[in-house]
């Protein structure tokens, strides 16, 4: 199915309206997984016309996604890419662990973006980037189309490696994300060094249940699950 090709329109507003002249384009990958970090990636692109077929990584097929990311990686003006592990995501929450990934990518950047273009509705960046958030911007803008892209590729190839010593999860193919192979791994086996303990899924493993890691806020409340898939998603 043809889709509409991402542009430049969100970039050149921003430089139109508030001088910006170097801005990034930042997406995620991994927020809803039950096992692995998540990664956002940082990507400077410029004006210039994007490689074909650019859109959002989770139209793209696997092999186009891995042609295109190794075609963006030289393509790009700059790009950098920052993680959260499971760990910093149990103990700071999905939000504030988002938020590291992306100061990490931003700070991994040659030069300081003046503007960041965020996929999404909710700004989970926030002072002193100064921000533009825009709805599904991985399919509608250039930069953070490319982002998307570098993201999955890389945090997939990561997933692989790590799933070479757990080989019963799966996560080769499912990258960490809620599949049969995975859901059979952890009834039988539990969660291994790489997954999300304050996850839902938890929830629903007797055995296992033990486990999980339970934060409360300081104001009594608990940590957001939204995002987050249970065992019956």
Request: glycine share 10%; with cysteine.
């Amino acid at each position: 199915m043809p889709y509409e090709p991402p542009t430049h329109t969100v970039e050149r507003s921003l430089r139109a309206t508030t001088g910006a002249k170097v801005i990034a384009g930042v997406d995620e990958v991994g927020r809803g997984a039950w096992a692995g970090p998540v990664t956002v990636c940082a990507a400077v692109t410029g004006l210039r016309r994007p490689p074909v077929g650019l859109t959002d990584s989770k139209l793209l097929t696997v092999k186009r996604r891995t042609e295109l990311a190794a075609e963006l990686q030289t393509w790009v003006t700059a790009y950098a890419l920052g993680n959260a592990s499971p760990e910093e995501i149990d103990n700071l929450g999905m939000t504030a662990a988002l938020r590291l990934a992306a100061v990490r990518a931003l700070e991994g950047l040659p030069i300081p973006p003046d503007a960041v273009i965020l996929d999404g509705k909710h700004d989970y960046l926030g002072a002193p980037w100064r921000v533009r958030t825009v709805i599904k911007g991985d399919q509608s803008c250039v930069a953070v189309a490319a982002a998307s892209v570098i993201a999955k590729v890389h945090r997939d190839k990561m997933m692989a490696v790590l799933g070479i010593e757990h080989a019963d999860f799966g996560f080769a193919a499912n990258a960490g994300y809620p599949s049969p192979v995975h859901k059979a791994a952890l009834e039988e086996r539990g969660p291994t060094p790489y997954h999300r303990l304050s996850w839902a899924y938890l929830d629903a493993l007797p055995r296992w249940r033990h486990l999980k890691k339970v934060r409360v806020w300081a104001d009594g409340g608990v940590p957001e699950v939204e995002g987050q898939l249970g065992f019956d998603f």
